[in-house]
């Protein structure tokens, strides 16, 4: 059982026991190592054990019971990226739950430097994606895992060891988020291995430039959803030119990157968004904003914080009016927003039916008391509203089945 102790909280066992990284001298490649004459370590046959026995919960990535440090989530609605609807990691299972608690546990203790994860790591990742005991014919697509690296300082050796020991071909989600010692180098070396990859997150990834859009483009044609938002050595031109290699992606996050009305206008005259992220840009108007967003019908997710100059209560309204499947939406920093009644006013004035919101609204004008108003006026289609005001929220907008 998971036992709490003040504000820190003490995961179950079954956690601890890769969780616990010990000494600056322990090493997860000794830890995989197989003994000689053996086939496997002591640790390979605790993690296969979690494939085979019924009963074993998976961990939660976010929400109450979650055991995964808080601080690598930032609140928006994408993270924590790995994360489906269920707050688990999408593709996984109990082995690489522990595996990826491990992998938080060296970020967070500031001990995950390039030589601490090695080839026989990235194996025994590789190993415990899908079920270890079934046998795969060479034509089927292989199994998929998703891995976090979120915030982590990995540089030449780490990504060689990935390389190294085939596991890219089974990763379906990657989460590189603020990793400020990615390059354009390194990521074009992991990513040209990677050829089954889903859903990339590159965000406030510094370093990086346009060269690295085009490696996405060329290696990845399975990408279903993509951030790179802050990673302002990247301009809106070059997303542009990116997106005519991904047919499959429909989830697509920008922020930060200086999007004009005319730029928006091409960006969403490239297809239907069922995922969009364009916050931060400052020259956008009213006007804009409003003809490119009615425009997107099937915007399931829509991130537009600090667009301020642009989005206020009655544009908030239109899109309210135009936008009836989205579910999650990021208004941070939009001070011209100072309630939510005029969404729901355009939600009923179309007949649209109820249906559960999540608004992230931290530094707008929206107060406690102007959400008790919403749903005073909107009794039956503000019902499934969340309002978050403050740092929370991490996790409540991911919407991944």
């Given at each position: 059982?998971?036992?709490?102790?003040?504000?820190?909280?003490?995961?179950?066992?079954?956690?601890?026991?890769?969780?616990?990284?010990?000494?600056?001298?322990?090493?997860?490649?000794?830890?995989?190592?197989?003994?000689?004459g053996?086939?496997e370590?002591?640790?390979?046959?605790?993690?296969?054990?979690?494939?085979?026995?019924?009963?074993?919960?998976?961990?939660?990535?976010f929400?109450?019971?979650?055991?995964?440090?808080a601080?690598?989530?930032?609140?928006?609605?994408?993270?924590?990226?790995?994360?489906?609807?269920?707050?688990?990691?999408?593709?996984?299972?109990?082995?690489?739950?522990?595996?990826?608690?491990?992998?938080?546990?060296?970020?967070?203790?500031?001990?995950?430097?390039?030589?601490?994860?090695?080839?026989?790591?990235?194996?025994?990742?590789?190993?415990?994606v899908?079920?270890?005991?079934?046998?795969?014919?060479?034509?089927?697509?292989?199994?998929?895992?998703?891995?976090?690296?979120?915030?982590?300082?990995?540089?030449?050796?780490?990504?060689?060891?990935?390389?190294k020991?085939?596991?890219?071909?089974?990763?379906?989600?990657?989460?590189?988020?603020?990793?400020?010692?990615?390059?354009?180098?390194?990521?074009?070396?992991?990513f040209?291995?990677?050829?089954?990859?889903?859903?990339?997150?590159?965000?406030?990834?510094?370093?990086?430039?346009?060269?690295?859009?085009?490696?996405?483009?060329?290696?990845?044609?399975?990408?279903?959803?993509?951030?790179?938002?802050?990673?302002?050595?990247?301009?809106?031109?070059?997303?542009l030119?990116?997106?005519?290699?991904?047919?499959?992606?429909?989830?697509?996050?920008?922020?930060?990157?200086?999007?004009?009305?005319?730029?928006?206008?091409?960006?969403?005259?490239e297809?239907?968004?069922?995922?969009?992220?364009?916050?931060?840009?400052?020259?956008?108007?009213?006007?804009?904003?409003?003809?490119?967003?009615?425009?997107?019908?099937?915007?399931?997710?829509?991130?537009?914080?600090?667009?301020?100059?642009?989005?206020d209560?009655?544009?908030?309204?239109?899109?309210?009016?135009?936008?009836?499947?989205?579910?999650?939406?990021d208004?941070?920093?939009?001070?011209?927003?100072?309630?939510?009644?005029?969404?729901?006013d355009?939600?009923a004035?179309?007949?649209?039916?109820?249906?559960?919101?999540?608004?992230?609204?931290?530094?707008?004008?929206?107060?406690?008391?102007?959400?008790?108003?919403?749903?005073?006026?909107?009794?039956i289609?503000?019902?499934?509203?969340?309002?978050?005001?403050?740092?929370t929220?991490?996790g409540?907008?991911?919407?991944?089945?």
């Amino acid at each position: 059982q998971t036992l709490t102790m003040g504000p820190r909280e003490i995961p179950s066992l079954r956690v601890l026991c890769l969780r616990s990284v010990g000494a600056n001298k322990c090493s997860a490649e000794q830890t995989f190592k197989s003994p000689k004459g053996e086939k496997e370590c002591p640790a390979s046959r605790m993690l296969r054990s979690f494939h085979q026995t019924d009963g074993i919960d998976r961990l939660k990535f976010f929400g109450k019971g979650s055991s995964v440090r808080a601080n690598a989530n930032d609140a928006d609605l994408n993270h924590p990226f790995i994360a489906a609807k269920d707050a688990m990691a999408e593709y996984g299972n109990p082995a690489l739950d522990c595996l990826q608690s491990y992998l938080d546990a060296l970020v967070e203790l500031g001990r995950l430097d390039d030589c601490r994860l090695g080839v026989n790591f990235w194996e025994e990742w590789k190993k415990n994606v899908g079920s270890p005991t079934r046998k795969r014919k060479r034509s089927e697509a292989p199994d998929l895992g998703s891995l976090s690296l979120h915030n982590a300082s990995i540089a030449d050796d780490t990504v060689d060891a990935m390389v190294k020991s085939g596991m890219g071909e089974c990763v379906g989600v990657l989460d590189l988020t603020g990793m400020h010692t990615l390059t354009d180098g390194l990521v074009e070396k992991l990513f040209k291995t990677m050829p089954n990859l889903q859903r990339l997150s590159i965000k406030n990834c510094r370093r990086l430039t346009g060269s690295t859009l085009t490696v996405i483009a060329e290696y990845f044609p399975k990408l279903t959803c993509l951030d790179v938002g802050g990673t302002y050595n990247m301009t809106t031109t070059q997303v542009l030119e990116m997106l005519p290699s991904l047919n499959q992606l429909d989830e697509l996050y920008v922020g930060g990157l200086g999007w004009t009305d005319l730029t928006l206008e091409q960006l969403v005259g490239e297809r239907s968004w069922k995922g969009l992220g364009i916050g931060f840009s400052h020259h956008l108007t009213p006007s804009g904003l409003r003809e490119a967003l009615s425009s997107q019908p099937h915007l399931e997710r829509l991130s537009i914080p600090f667009c301020e100059q642009a989005l206020d209560t009655s544009l908030l309204g239109f899109l309210g009016r135009s936008l009836p499947g989205v579910t999650a939406l990021d208004i941070r920093g939009n001070n011209g927003v100072n309630s939510l009644t005029s969404w729901f006013d355009g939600r009923a004035a179309v007949g649209s039916p109820a249906q559960e919101l999540f608004v992230l609204a931290r530094y707008s004008n929206i107060h406690k008391a102007s959400i008790e108003e919403t749903k005073r006026i909107h009794p039956i289609h503000a019902v499934g509203l969340t309002c978050i005001l403050d740092g929370t929220g991490a996790g409540g907008g991911v919407h991944r089945l």
